[in-house]
């Protein structure tokens, strides 16, 4: 049987699930023995100790633990025909990446950001050009990609929409306006329309909720909103929680790299969508098919007072959502394109 060893930075951040974890299943089923090794601790581990002093010292043994273990795996990785790796190995650098390119160089270098934009343009472009595949989630990252290869590939952040609960077309309360993400990325994103909202609401009865890993604090006066704990076994349930779902963003260099994984979900949910049309989001919201595009706080105001108002609207704009998830987005439309690409690097090597 054909061996496929993938490296993720944990076993739960969103790029390992979405793009590498789920699919595992879907790649035995089709031939291939896979290994997962995430990271061990995970890149998001931090020290529960409490003096400062102490939780540092921590930090830097659990840091030196993880990258010890990842150089073990990497070590492994001459025993299989195929290597996926997403994003980096073992945080800023190349000495696990130079590492496994002399073990095992059918690597498939998978990343979903703008990993490029800053301090670590140059190992992505390392990765890029020593890679034998390499599979962005978007145009945007592909074109950075080819600058240095060609065996580039796009596949964007794809869904397993039979997992996920369509929303029903009954109406029920209060119209609930919908974010989900992590506690990372809201400072930059939510954030900024958070007044916005605030000042809608005065107008149109909806209430904000908020899922994601910690409590936050959004103090904006007069804003009526939710907190929801964010768990990975609720997420094809986002129905139950929302009625629309929103993905603002800032036109920047970093997140015009932004793959859309809100919307997606969303859209298998069945939901409307409000999105900053920025980078990837321009593309997946089809603007008065399957959400809006709002770019100013006057599209804002206008795209949810709209759909806030119109159930049917919201029920019309879901439905054409989650169609377009499944025909362009689904595990079934992307998973024959990498099974393709692995074949393709089996048979090189």
Not at 57 to 86: C, I, P, Q
Not at 124 to 141: F, I, K, R
């Amino acid at each position: 049987m054909k061996k496929l060893l993938g490296f993720t930075q944990s076993g739960f951040d969103p790029a390992a699930r979405f793009r590498f974890i789920q699919l595992i299943p879907h790649l035995c089923a089709a031939g291939w023995d896979v290994a997962h090794r995430p990271n061990r601790p995970d890149r998001q581990w931090g020290s529960p100790l409490k003096p400062r002093v102490l939780r540092s010292l921590h930090y830097r043994a659990g840091r030196a633990l993880m990258k010890f273990n990842r150089y073990r795996d990497v070590n492994d990785a001459s025993e299989f025909n195929v290597v996926f790796t997403n994003r980096d190995l073992a945080g800023p650098g190349l000495f696990c990446e130079r590492r496994l390119y002399r073990e095992n160089p059918g690597i498939i270098y998978d990343f979903d950001d703008a990993l490029f934009v800053g301090p670590n343009a140059s190992s992505v472009a390392w990765m890029c050009e020593h890679a034998a595949w390499v599979t962005p989630g978007n145009e945007y990252l592909a074109n950075f990609a080819r600058q240095f290869t060609d065996r580039v590939t796009v596949i964007p952040t794809i869904i397993d929409t039979d997992a996920y609960e369509p929303r029903s077309n009954g109406a029920n309360g209060r119209v609930r306006v919908g974010w989900s993400g992590s506690d990372q990325s809201i400072g930059t994103t939510l954030m900024p329309r958070l007044e916005t909202l605030a000042r809608l609401q005065k107008d149109v009865p909806f209430e904000l909720v908020v899922i994601t890993n910690t409590h936050p604090r959004l103090n904006v006066p007069g804003l009526r909103w939710s907190f929801v704990p964010w768990r990975a076994e609720d997420e094809p349930h986002l129905s139950r929680q929302f009625d629309i779902g929103i993905m603002p963003l800032r036109d920047d260099a970093f997140q015009r790299g932004k793959c859309g994984l809100k919307l997606l979900q969303y859209m298998a949910a069945g939901l409307p969508t409000v999105a900053s049309p920025v980078g990837v989001n321009e593309s997946i919201v089809r603007h008065g098919t399957t959400g809006v595009h709002a770019k100013s706080e006057a599209d804002w105001h206008d795209a949810l007072s709209t759909l806030v108002r119109d159930h049917d609207l919201r029920a019309t704009m879901g439905r054409a959502g989650r169609q377009r998830c499944e025909q362009d987005y689904s595990i079934r439309r992307w998973l024959p394109v990498l099974l393709d690409i692995l074949e393709k690097v089996h048979g090189a090597r």
